[in-house]
């Protein structure tokens, strides 16, 4: 399965040229999806670093700095000395190393992300991602950076964030402030952690879909770590997911189709095409699109370009829905908080999806939700978590079994490895409580010191 983030093609990284002239060859790449062997499970993690300065003073890493201070330039420059890794270049700045054990990658305000190749066992990605901190934390300490846990970036403001020098990024920051207004926060400042699943036919794919939207709010209660924003506590459990709700309903929130009886993957490439693209790329250049659907690239073309498969793959990753289709299906609905919980989302889900019997047990949590509702639990959770009411009645008692049902999963499946990890989710469940509220606790309890709560927050790794 093929890394879900899309790492910017360079020199070193070419897309498929075939032209896309109809429907069907859209179809038809969604149907090369379809998996004949053992199903795996893919993670890919984002992480907040900080600058630690001499000083005292904590501030977001820029790109290049003065010598000797924090910088991400020099985050890339270590890992290419320590491993077998390629850097891809853009403009001259390394800007994602590609790796045998899958990608490194840059958001837009310099948040860090592994995006690891996948594996049969959840508890594989688990070893996967350990790896991937023993090697990238001593470094980062050796720089000065610290990486934290949470979901939003939580000190400073919005300002101090450098932009990331990648030119896809430059094109989305001036198209998105047009759509909605927590965009560029949600570019900036947010971190999730993303579990990429396989499917077997278009009828387990739509399947997975429907779930994965319709679990998508109790999972965000679950995760739910962003709730500081510029160095002060608020009432959200998830600010990370609220800056989902005003980015771009265009391209984010419920597509009510997927829940429609005999909805397939004509469906979502048709849903495909007449969302607005950021961007055509062509020749080392991201041109703005200027509101121009893939649609009508298809039939009309850009500035003599031709739409091709590659310009299909990477519009697929400019679509935001809570779960998103692709070659694999994409769930991206948990804020990256505590390193125990990014630990458990792919045993969390494998229990969940990869046993037919908890698969069946899930969907009956939400499967009688109408649009209306799934909506407004997407829009309620981000502020009330597990206190957001359902027909009159919280869904803590829904986020608790979700989790049990997975550890039923797990065990069909052979993963007491897994259920292991499940563990913290199903106390904190059942508990009602989320890291957020621990990530509180820390801020009153180091008295709002920058410095204190993030060596309290920092991940860490035996």
């Not at 630690?52 to 201070?69: I, M, Q």
């Not at 690891?116 to 350990?130: E, G, I, P, R």
């Not at 109408?370 to 909506?375: G, I």
Request: hydrophobic share 40%; charged share 25%.
């Amino acid at each position: 399965m093929t890394p879900a983030t899309h790492v910017t093609p360079s020199a070193n990284e070419t897309l498929p040229t075939t032209p896309v002239i109809d429907v069907e060859q859209l179809v038809a790449h969604f149907q090369r999806g379809c998996k004949t062997g053992p199903l795996r499970i893919g993670l890919e993690h984002e992480k907040i670093g900080m600058a630690l300065d001499a000083d005292g003073g904590v501030r977001p890493v820029p790109y290049a700095d003065e010598p000797g201070r924090p910088q991400i330039r020099d985050l890339f420059a270590g890992l290419c000395k320590s491993g077998d890794c390629e850097a891809v270049v853009e403009g001259g700045s390394t800007i994602a190393l590609k790796r045998k054990d899958g990608s490194i990658t840059l958001e837009p305000g310099g948040q860090f992300e592994l995006s690891a190749n996948a594996f049969v066992l959840d508890t594989d990605c688990k070893s996967d991602l350990d790896q991937h901190l023993r090697e990238l934390l001593p470094l980062a300490d050796r720089l000065s950076i610290a990486f934290i846990g949470v979901g939003f970036r939580p000190l400073g403001t919005w300002d101090d964030v450098p932009w990331m020098p990648k030119g896809r990024y430059k094109v989305m920051r001036e198209y998105l402030p047009t759509r909605g207004k927590l965009g560029v926060e949600m570019m900036k400042r947010t971190a999730t952690v993303q579990a990429n699943l396989d499917y077997v036919s278009e009828a387990d794919a739509m399947a997975k879909l429907r779930l994965g939207v319709g679990l998508g709010p109790l999972v965000t209660a679950l995760y739910a770590a962003s709730p500081l924003v510029d160095g002060k506590p608020t009432d959200f459990k998830s600010y990370r997911a609220h800056c989902w709700l005003d980015t771009d309903n265009d391209r984010c929130g419920v597509l009510p189709f997927m829940f429609r009886e005999g909805a397939g993957f004509r469906d979502y490439a048709e849903y495909a095409l007449d969302v607005p693209m950021f961007f055509v790329y062509r020749h080392g250049t991201y041109n703005p699109a200027g509101g121009m659907t893939f649609r009508r690239f298809m039939a009309e073309g850009f500035h003599g370009e031709r739409a091709t498969l590659g310009d299909f793959e990477t519009h697929l990753s400019t679509l935001f829905p809570d779960a998103r289709l692709k070659q694999y299906i994409e769930l991206r609905t948990a804020d990256a908080g505590p390193l125990s919980h990014v630990q458990a989302l792919p045993s969390l889900w494998r229990g969940l999806f990869y046993s037919q019997s908890s698969l069946d047990a899930a969907w009956k949590l939400v499967a009688d939700l109408t649009t209306e509702e799934r909506s407004q639990l997407r829009a309620e959770v981000p502020l009330q978590g597990y206190d957001t009411k359902l027909r009159g009645q919280s869904i803590g008692p829904l986020v608790e079994e979700m989790v049990r049902i997975a550890i039923a999963g797990l065990r069909e499946l052979g993963s007491e490895g897994g259920v292991r990890l499940l563990d913290p989710l199903l106390e904190m469940a059942h508990e009602r409580r989320c890291p957020a509220d621990d990530i509180l606790s820390i801020w009153h309890a180091v008295g709002g010191n920058p410095r204190a709560f993030v060596d309290k927050t920092r991940l860490r790794v035996d």
